[in-house]
Every structure is written in C-alpha cells, then in structure tokens.
C-alpha cells in the first residue's frame, strides 16, 4: 500500500513555473513506476508524464514534452514534476499515481495505476 500527497500548487502568470512534489510513505515507493496526470474543469484526466522505478527512463505527453520534468528522489521518497513555459491550458488539478507493474512501457490510462494522490491544483493565469 502506497498513501500519495501532493503539493506545490498555486497561481502562476503565462511562461511562469513551478515545481509539483508528491511524497509517498510505504517501503515499496522505490520499486513502482510513478506517474503525473491533470484534469482540467470539464475535460477527462489525462497522462502528463512517467518515471520508471530507478529514475533513468521517463515518458511525456506531447503537450508538456521539452517545458515539463519529472524526477524521483527513492531516498526521500518522493518524486516532482518541474514545470515551465506554463501556458493557460497547463491549468488543472494534477495528480501523483503509483503503477505496481515492474513493466515500464507507455502505460498513459488511468487504470493501469494503483495509487492516487488527493491532486493540487495549478492555475495559469494570462
């Protein structure tokens, strides 16, 4: 069992950044594959971006591809998602998930994560 909390969101101007981190408790955080999704009001959940259980492969939607990072800490047991360039569409509440699978693949639907953070919310604002 993994329990997720998010943190790190706000209110940030067009071309602004932040930086998202999700902490995890529980002693199998090093050896899940852990993921970034957003919804936006209106709109379904969507995939933002993944990171295998060692931090040396990772996966991006096209939409945040080259003004997003995702990074793991497996001491800290944590992982962040660094974001820049931010545009009024990158306005969601984003969500830290969990994958149990030792399969690292291009996995982008919500069921194919186990743990779900509560989300926080990021507002762009132009």
């Known amino acids: 069992q993994v329990q997720l909390v998010e943190s790190g969101g706000g209110l940030v101007q067009v071309g602004g950044s932040l930086r998202l981190s999700c902490a995890a408790s529980?002693?199998?955080?090093?050896?899940?594959?852990m993921g970034w999704f957003r919804q936006a009001p209106g709109k379904e959940r969507e995939f933002v971006a993944r990171?295998?259980?060692?931090?040396?492969?990772?996966y991006y939607a096209d939409s945040v591809k080259g003004r997003f990072t995702i990074s793991r800490d497996n001491a800290k047991n944590t992982v962040d998602l660094q974001m820049s360039s931010l545009k009024p569409e990158d306005t969601a509440v984003y969500y830290c998930?969990?994958?149990?699978?030792?399969?690292?693949?291009?996995?982008?639907?919500?069921?194919?994560?186990?743990?779900w953070g509560q989300g926080t919310q990021v507002t762009v604002s132009s």
């Open positions: 990171i295998s259980w060692s931090g040396g492969r990772t």
């Open positions: 529980g002693r199998t955080f090093s050896s899940y594959t």
């Open positions: 998930a969990a994958d149990k699978s030792s399969w690292f693949g291009v996995r982008v639907r919500q069921s194919e994560y186990d743990y």
